[in-house]
């Protein structure tokens, strides 16, 4: 893997929206930070009512949390609110070579958005993230089989899998009817997804805590530039972060820095180096 | 008398829905004519998951309801609509609601049998639920607001959400049976249809067009028995002594009290807020017969007594700036921890509304606490949660007293309240635990706590103080005021019968609360107020009149409050206890900004009155006087009654000796070999012993990215961890360790063993996972029955004889190991009396442990580590099977209650810790519930090595000389006191040389996995196997769900399963 603190960072700006129920803010500014980046965290009230809020970020990341509690289903409120009144921002964003990454709920919500698949212009839902087959919230550590065919610039740089914290109730990718989901594996637009011991992808519980059909656990769009996922990188931030740390610690087998940061590093590197 | 009407008219219960394609009700019947509403239209959504897609609250209904077999069962989500816009809006709306790719809706209702999976035959039936008139509805709250964004524009209304569950295949009775068990009818409202079902159903509006009354209560003139009838009747919870006082202060007033000042009486001065009997004189009779006064009360004598003289002790002993910041006085106690950031934390328990309704109870308590810690100084950041739990027996299959809930449905609903409420307020769990016993069935106890982390100082002033100054304004934030949580301070201090009253039970909105929370962080930040305080128990009345006394006063009118709905009075508006509102004292200069910030927010703010220095508190509504009392007689004028307390604790005859030979005795052994394994491998899977993981992963335990060692550590993160560990703030080192002890069953021995082994085990636990030894600091939560002799209590002086040496206990621990009290809770009216029955409690104390790491980098945890490391126990192991684990297994009777050698464990523990911090211990685990047994298994499972251990003679040696233990007692013992610890070979000889003083015997050794790649347990004596088991095996029998399957799903409705 390549470093974690890249040097450029510090001319990439990331902004990160809170507010209304999200509650990962702290640990994805702190990641960000530890990587290099500049980070703004602003409420998204005050981003809605900022004309020029986007400009200038070249990441924008939509956080974890509950978005208005997710009532109704996770994400629908909130992917509505952005709908009516920073959709069309978002879209110059993207179109403009902008990145976005959405974790959780932010996935939930950039899906909803329609922002992903992204396979044509404009806001399109085309696929969904509901219950999870075995309803509830479920939060354990799960691994990552990670595609290195994947356009998405946030993955190209991991190791064949990667362990992360994962944790919600709706995770599980639902397709609108026909080809979609076969148009989306061709395309190489699942960069990650649950992975059993072996690092194969599957869809058994608990490797696969959602029942998301072929272990998908994140999708991109077509550019590799807009990217959701549902477990959680920035909550492997510190290498103490990791269940087996203690035990890597003595074997001395403990990483500098947790791996969830190289995740968030691959989008950072990718405004960077351009 | 004053009589006011408000603007909205008489409220509806019933409505027409509107049907499937005709949209809005055209004609509203004659009962609400148009004129008096004349934009509220009623519009019914219906969305069900796409017929193709699996629909996993059914799937999950299903499963909840075994013994029924549907050949078909779907669900579909119900808004009512009832907002001021037209029918093409709704049709708007319900476009916004509905997911494009995954869901099907229509405004009115979907086809009966819309979505019937194939095998399904027949006329479904249609089983809605929904909220009760008034009940907290958050999703609903959210739909209006997503309304809003859809349409563009403020709107005016309500909506209501329920679930509709179609079954096909069911007979009526069937059907009638599911719907007894999908809903708690205190709260929610079942309708039942069969297909074709008529589209005409009710819209759960609430409040009434009734006057604002201020009534006057005649209680001059009053009798004693007319005094006890007010108090009863208007469920006030006071004594006669109390309603004595208060008749007297009113007749030197030479006036009546209005219902409201008699209202905010009761509840300053309930038990719950009060905490009188912690206050009172007593005069005890201790075992030895010999008799005294506690003049000064339990709490200053040894509670804020323990607190005091470990100060004492401590700012001799040390130089460094004062440990405690702030103990007792605030909302939770506050200790010094960084540079930058204080520690806060708070324990709550929230029994008697969970025993009515254990969701909206239990979430109640879980974002009641937090907003203690939120409300502490001038504010704090929330870092994690915890949690307990006692119930009665899950498995219970006997008959419980009418009006009883079955433990296991109690425990369903906590979990699922502590679960949703923690969840979505973005905090992680880190402790968690379960008790079961028969006694917890009359009163489940739920503790839930918060720890927080407060910067030293924000915009510039000492974040730990509050400075209320007369003139500021007196602000309400966050939710709105409804009748629900009335009466629940005072309900919390009686006995729960027949009369309970349903509107002391609330439904938290964490996400409001969130909300407040985000606000709250940023408006302290910029110094835009100079107090607050949580809206707990008691509403506006505990809270202003508590901040009053900061200014020596306030002034606030009632008719400003924001009403959820109308039609309340204002004593209601006054002691509500409506969820998720704090109360601010905000500087006039301050008042625009903060409101600003809160509109932008859309968190609701209010100005209520302002903080005055008259000595009274005084409410008015739209100007005419509702309350006007003196704070000094409000907080000052209960009356301190004596209490008597005398040690006479009822016969306990002791097992037979050879029915305590067969289990502990050494024949045994020779005759069934290794059945000592069969011991312990049944004790793994009793409720009290097994894994609670299938629950607790539905916690989160992660957000924030703290996490150091997790609530569930070991190679497959399923063993519970000894204590937790995370850091406080993001890139720091610093770390916050927690620990809890808690050993009711001692207590039925002796409650002062009890408070020793409760403070003993959770300091241990603590210092097993790094924890400074001079850092630590304790909370304790007393639960108790009812411990006021009385008719109904008749064993009460001896109820409140084990309180008095629960109290001396606490003492004496927490001054040997040096750790102060900063916050604590008691509730003592845990009985419940149902159909001429009476179930109490057993007495219990929590002790939860709050520690500090300099650096979370070294902590540790209880897995072994690599073969040939060396196992040992620190610490002597006595005769102590009284209240054991094994006890309650075998059905036995034991003398022998863990007593604590404080002095000696306290020496051990400073010595254990100096070898930890010099590296030479590589993991530690406390012998606790189940002895060594059960603590070697953990390791077992954790490690997944083997434990090869060796009981010598050496160990079971008994000190003073007695008989020396059988293999049996050495191995169940729950002595207090004892570390299980690993260290590479290489240390052991300085281990030895350092903790050798202090009872460190070797145990065995780490081996490596055996031929199945798994962790092995083997204990012999000599040549004699007493244990060999696998970790497989282990595992089996203490996490079935692991091996036998997945975990049964969590019941739950449709809006409470979220993200």
Redesign the interface.
């Known amino acids: 893997m390549n470093p974690l603190v890249i040097e450029a960072a510090a001319e990439v700006r990331a902004l990160v929206l809170t507010g209304y129920g999200l509650n990962c803010e702290a640990e994805t500014c702190a990641a960000l930070q530890t990587i290099g980046a500049r980070v703004t965290a602003r409420h998204v009230a005050d981003a809605i009512a900022d004309a020029d809020a986007l400009a200038g970020h070249q990441l924008v990341v939509f956080i974890g949390g509950f978005s208005f509690g997710d009532h109704i289903a996770s994400g629908r409120v909130f992917a509505n609110r952005l709908r009516y009144r920073m959709g069309e921002r978002l879209l110059r964003h993207v179109d403009d070579g902008g990145l976005v990454l959405g974790i959780c709920n932010g996935f939930q919500t950039i899906v909803k958005l329609g922002l992903l698949p992204g396979l044509e212009p404009g806001l399109k839902p085309r696929v969904s993230l509901v219950m999870n087959d075995r309803l509830g919230y479920w939060d354990a550590w799960v691994r990552l089989a990670v595609d290195r065919d994947s356009p998405c610039v946030f993955t190209r740089d991991l190791p064949p899998t990667i362990e992360l914290p994962s944790r919600h109730g709706e995770g599980k990718l639902v397709f609108e009817e026909g080809p979609l989901r076969q148009v989306l594996e061709d395309r190489h637009l699942v960069p990650v997804r649950y992975a059993d011991e072996a690092g194969a992808a599957t869809e058994r519980w608990p490797d696969n805590p959602d029942g998301s059909p072929g272990g998908i656990a994140g999708l991109c769009d077509p550019s590799g530039r807009v990217f959701g996922l549902m477990p959680h990188p920035e909550a492997y931030m510190y290498p103490e972060n990791h269940p087996h740390w203690i035990a890597q610690r003595e074997a001395g087998t403990l990483p500098e820095h947790g791996l969830g940061l190289h995740l968030l590093a691959g989008g950072v590197r990718a405004i960077a180096s351009r | 008398m004053r009589k006011l009407r408000f603007s909205q008219p008489k409220a509806r219960l019933t409505a027409e829905w509107s049907c499937a394609k005709q949209g809005p009700v055209a004609q509203r019947p004659a009962e609400h004519p148009r004129e008096t509403v004349p934009e509220l239209c009623t519009y019914r959504l219906e969305i069900a998951?796409?017929p193709?897609?699996?629909d996993?609250?059914a799937?999950?209904t299903g499963a909840q309801l075994a013994g029924l077999r549907p050949t078909g069962l779907r669900t579909r989500?119900v808004y009512l609509l009832d907002l001021d816009i037209g029918p093409a809006e709704a049709e708007r709306v319900l476009a916004?609601?509905t997911?494009?790719?995954?869901e099907v809706g229509a405004v009115g209702a979907l086809a009966d049998d819309f979505g019937a999976p194939a095998g399904a035959a027949g006329d479904p039936w249609l089983l809605t639920i929904g909220f009760r008139p008034g009940v907290t509805d958050?999703?609903g709250?959210?739909?209006k607001?997503?309304a809003e964004?859809?349409l563009?524009r403020p709107l005016r209304g309500h909506v209501y959400t329920a679930t509709t569950y179609v079954f096909w295949g069911l007979e009526a009775a069937q059907a009638e049976r599911a719907a007894r068990e999908l809903h708690n009818p205190l709260i929610e409202r079942a309708t039942l249809e069969r297909s074709p079902r008529p589209h005409a159903f009710a819209v759960p509006r609430a409040g009434g067009a009734h006057d604002a009354v201020v009534a006057t209560v005649a209680l001059r003139a009053a009798d004693d028995a007319t005094l006890m009838r007010i108090s009863t009747q208007g469920m006030l919870a006071l004594s006669l002594t109390e309603m004595r006082a208060i008749q007297r202060h009113f007749a030197g007033l030479g006036r009546d009290p209005t219902d409201a000042e008699l209202e905010c009486l009761a509840q300053t001065w309930s038990e719950h807020c009060k905490h009188k009997i912690f206050a009172a004189p007593i005069e005890y009779t201790d075992p030895a017969g010999r008799t005294r006064t506690i003049e000064r009360g339990l709490f200053r004598t040894y509670i804020r007594g323990a607190t005091e003289a470990v100060a004492a002790a401590r700012a001799t002993a040390d130089g460094e700036a004062p440990f405690l910041v702030s103990v007792f006085h605030d909302n939770a106690g506050v200790v010094r921890f960084s540079d930058a950031d204080h520690l806060v934390y708070k324990v709550e328990t929230h029994n008697s509304p969970s025993a009515l309704d254990p969701y909206g109870g239990a979430m109640t308590g879980i974002v009641g606490v937090n907003r203690d810690s939120l409300g502490t100084g001038l504010g704090a950041d929330l870092l994690t949660n915890v949690w307990g739990y006692c119930f009665g027996e899950p498995d219970f299959n006997g008959q419980l007293p009418p009006g009883l809930m079955h433990p296991r449905k109690i425990r369903e609903g906590v979990h699922r309240g502590v679960?949703d409420g923690g969840?979505?307020?973005?905090i992680p769990y880190s402790r968690g635990w379960e008790l079961f016993d028969a006694r917890y069935a009359g009163k489940p106890l739920v503790y839930c706590g918060t720890v927080a982390v407060m910067p030293v100082t924000s915009a510039g002033r000492p974040t730990a103080n509050k400075v209320v100054r007369a003139g500021d304004v007196v602000v309400m934030l966050g939710g709105r005021i409804g009748k629900d949580g009335i009466h629940g301070a005072t309900f919390s201090s009686v006995e729960l019968d027949e009369s309970s009253p349903v509107q002391a039970v609330q439904i938290g909105d964490?996400?409001t609360q969130?909300?407040v929370a985000?606000f709250l962080a940023e408006a302290r930040a910029l110094g835009l107020y100079s107090g607050l305080t949580d809206n707990g128990a008691g509403g506006l009345s505990s809270s202003i009149g508590e901040m009053a006394q900061f200014t020596g006063g306030a002034d606030i009118d009632l008719a400003l409050a924001p009403l959820k709905y109308p039609g309340l009075m204002p004593w209601e508006v006054l002691i509500s206890e409506a969820q998720e509102r704090m109360t601010l004292a905000v500087p006039k200069d301050r008042l625009e900004a903060l409101l600003e910030l809160a509109r932008?927010?859309?968190v609701e703010a209010t100005p209520l009155g302002e903080f005055t220095s008259g000595g009274r508190l005084r409410a008015t509504w739209a100007g005419k006087p509702v309350l006007d009392l003196e704070l000094e007689f409000l907080h000052e004028g209960t009356p301190r009654v004596p209490l008597r307390a005398r040690w006479s604790p009822p016969a306990r005859p002791e097992s037979a000796a050879a029915a305590v030979a067969a289990v502990l005795g050494e024949p045994r052994l020779a005759a069934a070999p290794g059945s000592i394994g069969q011991d312990l491998l049944d004790m793994l899977s009793r409720p009290n012993m097994a894994s609670n993981e299938h629950l607790a992963?539905?916690?989160?335990?992660?957000?924030?990215?703290?996490?150091?060692?997790?609530p569930?550590?070991g190679?497959r993160?399923d063993v519970p961890s000894t204590a937790t560990v995370m850091?406080a703030r993001?890139?720091r080192p610093e770390g916050v360790v927690l620990a809890e002890g808690v050993h009711p069953h001692y207590g039925d021995l002796d409650a002062d063993a009890m408070a020793r082994a409760c403070v003993d085990e959770a300091v241990r636990r603590a210092l097993c996972a790094g924890a400074r030894i001079d850092r630590l600091a304790a909370l304790d939560n007393f639960c108790w029955p009812d411990p006021v002799q009385s008719e109904k209590t008749p064993d009460g002086e001896h109820k409140l004889a084990q309180l008095v040496r629960c109290c001396e206990g606490l003492r004496a621990a927490c001054e040997a190991f040096g750790v102060p009290l900063i916050s604590g809770k008691d509730s003592m009216k845990n009985d419940a009396h149902l159909g001429g029955v009476k179930i109490s409690i057993p007495p219990t104390l929590l002790v939860s442990v709050i520690g500090q790491m300099p650096d979370?980098?070294r902590?540790?945890?209880l897995?072994p580590?690599?073969a040939d490391d060396l196992v040992f126990v620190l610490g002597p192991t006595g005769r102590h099977l009284g209240g054991s684990e094994l006890a309650r297994q075998r059905g036995l009777t034991l003398p022998g209650v863990p007593t604590t050698d404080l002095a000696a464990a306290a020496a051990r523990y400073a010595a254990f810790a100096a070898a930890r911090d010099a590296g030479l211990i590589?993991s530690a685990h406390v012998a606790g519930r189940g002895g060594l047994a059960v603590a070697l298994a953990h390791m077992t499972l954790a490690g997944e090595l083997g434990v090869e251990a060796a009981v010598t003679e050496g160990l079971l040696r008994q000190v003073p000389e007695d008989m020396p233990l059988t293999p049996a007692e050495f191995l169940f013992s729950e002595s207090t006191g004892r570390i299980v610890l690993t260290c590479k070979p290489a240390a052991a000889a300085e281990l030895t040389a350092r903790l050798g003083p202090h009872g460190l015997q070797a145990l065995g050794q780490v081996a490596a996995p055996g031929q199945d790649g798994g962790g092995w347990l083997r204990v012999r004596r000599g040549e004699q196997v007493l244990i060999d088991v696998t970790a497989a095996a282990l595992r089996e029998r203490f996490r079935p769900a692991a091996v036998h399957g997945?975990p049964a799903?969590?019941p739950?409705r449709a809006?409470e399963?979220?993200?």
């Open positions: 998951v796409r193709d897609l699996s996993a609250l799937t999950a989500k916004a609601l997911d494009p790719v995954a958050s999703v709250t959210s739909v607001r997503a964004d859809c563009g679960i969840n979505q307020s973005g964490p996400i969130k909300m985000d932008r927010r859309e992963r539905r916690y989160d335990h992660e957000v924030k990215g703290l996490s150091v060692v997790k569930w550590v190679a993160q850091r993001h890139l979370v980098r902590a540790l945890d897995a580590i690599a590589r997945p799903p969590l739950a809006q399963v979220r993200r």
